[in-house]
């Protein structure tokens, strides 16, 4: 998906995307948009359809059936060579060769491959659906240079001669449209007799006549596009005449013109656009407002459908797309970001392993404590195994609730240092902010441990076997 990325005529920065492919490769956190992102993304997608036609299906192959002639006799064009201009789903466009048309007046079957061989050059479209956008044909002019050393009768003759072949009329005529998804075998049934190409425009254009000052003739013109009497469109037009003068005492060269057959391009709509908070503030302009761009010299109206909270802006310098793994390891190989979140990260883990030797020390020193009590309930009759089995539940009472507590204040601690010890290369402020996220399943998990380590050291006391009597005895003595 091609993406550019331009500084626009406000002070801002304009990114301009597919949009109907933004969604995987534009990567917008949720918390930026008051809206699902992908109905944000849906809003920019332009209502009308792409300019030219469109062709069915996956072709590999389009077909042209033409023809062109001169009716009477006199000079010919001998032949027209075909080109045809197509547009991938991507907006790039590629220039086909569809062979050559003879000015026999019969039809001609044209065939432009699409998709080009694995290796060859030069490559064809790279996504589909494809739109038919032109068709160019390129022929030479008659030539009628003037006789050497002509007298005035003979340079009237010469003359009246090009004035009457420059008035002689062409005709090119297409009849079918075919489009095949293999690159060779027959073809399927045309898709159009040629009525899809009625709202083109029709063009005759010479580059040397009469703009260069070494070549002389009549130019060429259209003279109709219209519905044929036997079906499909009908073109008329001047050929024209003309020859290049290169070096006094050398023959001239003759002169080459074109006719071209081109889409008409859908009218000038504002395209849609969605702008941040900021810009909105900045530029005192609202959603629905309609502001003007400028790319590559060209002008065009933009009409602002949703706004954002930020977009990301921080590239990495002379790069216009980059993918979420590739950022990531770019803030995490900064040093000016990379060793405070490293620092944090360690602390988080020393205070877990500190919060567990804690409590592990609590059970300890409860277990002494309790001695005398234990060698009672042993001589009453209570097993060890109950014993710990009491200890164990009321070091989980005092734990669970704890790690519970730990965790919301390190997501608190998390959400106040995280942002403040995140810095971008440039020791600025990240755009969008950053966004802290907490993965529960591992504080859960973590929580978990550190609530269990208590439990499994006050569950440890029931392997501990010793004589109730002479704890009983100790205690009395001491």
């Known amino acids: 998906m091609p993406v550019t990325s331009f500084p626009g005529g406000n002070g801002e920065s304009v990114l301009a995307l597919d949009a109907r492919a933004a969604a995987d490769v534009a990567l917008l956190r949720p918390d930026l948009s008051r809206q699902p992102v992908a109905r944000l993304w849906r809003q920019i997608i332009p209502a009308r359809p792409g300019p030219g036609l469109e062709l069915p299906g996956q072709p590999a192959r389009l077909a042209l059936t033409a023809a062109a002639g001169m009716p009477g006799r006199g000079p010919r064009i001998g032949g027209l060579t075909v080109n045809v201009t197509v547009q991938d789903c991507h907006g790039i466009t590629y220039t086909v060769p569809a062979g050559g048309l003879p000015d026999d007046g019969r039809p001609h079957r044209l065939t432009a491959q699409l998709k080009a061989a694995p290796g060859s050059q030069p490559?064809?479209?790279?996504?589909?659906?494809?739109?038919?956008?032109?068709?160019?044909?390129?022929?030479?002019?008659?030539?009628?240079?003037?006789?050497?050393?002509?007298?005035?009768?003979?340079?009237?003759?010469?003359?009246?001669?090009?004035?009457?072949?420059?008035?002689?009329?062409?005709?090119?005529?297409?009849?079918?449209?075919?489009?095949?998804?293999?690159?060779?075998?027959?073809?399927?049934?045309p898709f159009s007799d040629g009525g899809a190409l009625r709202s083109w425009t029709a063009r005759a254009s010479s580059v040397e006549v009469p703009a260069s000052p070494r070549a002389a003739g009549i130019p060429p013109r259209v003279l109709s596009w219209r519905r044929g009497a036997g079906g499909g469109l009908q073109l008329v037009f001047i050929p024209g005449t003309g020859h290049l003068l290169t070096m006094a005492g050398q023959p001239p060269l003759p002169v080459s013109s074109s006719l071209t057959l081109t889409a008409a391009g859908p009218a000038l709509t504002p395209l849609p656009a969605i702008a941040t908070d900021s810009f909105l503030r900045a530029s005192h302009t609202a959603v629905g407002s309609v502001l003007f761009e400028t790319a590559s010299q060209v002008v065009f109206p933009v009409q602002i459908v949703a706004s954002v909270r930020a977009v990301p802006r921080d590239l990495p310098a002379g790069t216009a797309v980059t993918s979420a793994g590739q950022l990531a390891a770019g803030l995490l190989g900064n040093p000016l970001s990379a060793v405070p979140q490293q620092a944090v990260l360690a602390i988080a883990v020393a205070a877990a392993l500190l919060a567990a030797l804690g409590m592990a020390v609590s059970v300890a020193a409860s277990v002494a404590e309790r001695r005398t009590r234990s060698a009672l309930l042993a001589a009453l009759g209570v097993s060890r195994a109950r014993q710990a089995g009491q200890l164990s539940l009321e070091h989980l009472i005092l734990s669970a609730p704890a790690a519970a507590v730990g965790v919301l204040l390190g997501a608190g601690l998390a959400g106040l240092l995280v942002p403040a010890v995140t810095v971008t290369a440039t020791a600025a402020t990240p755009v969008p902010p950053v966004l802290v996220q907490i993965p529960l399943g591992w504080a859960a998990a973590l929580a978990a441990a550190v609530s269990a380590v208590p439990v499994l050291a006050a569950a440890a006391t029931a392997a501990r076997r010793p004589d109730p009597a002479a704890e009983l005895r100790a205690a009395e003595a001491g």
């Open 123 to 189: 490559p064809g479209p790279a996504g589909y659906p494809l739109r038919l956008l032109a068709i160019s044909l390129s022929y030479q002019m008659l030539p009628f240079p003037a006789p050497p050393n002509p007298s005035p009768a003979a340079e009237r003759a010469a003359s009246d001669a090009e004035r009457l072949a420059g008035e002689r009329e062409a005709t090119l005529a297409i009849s079918a449209l075919s489009a095949s998804p293999a690159p060779g075998g027959p073809l399927p049934a």
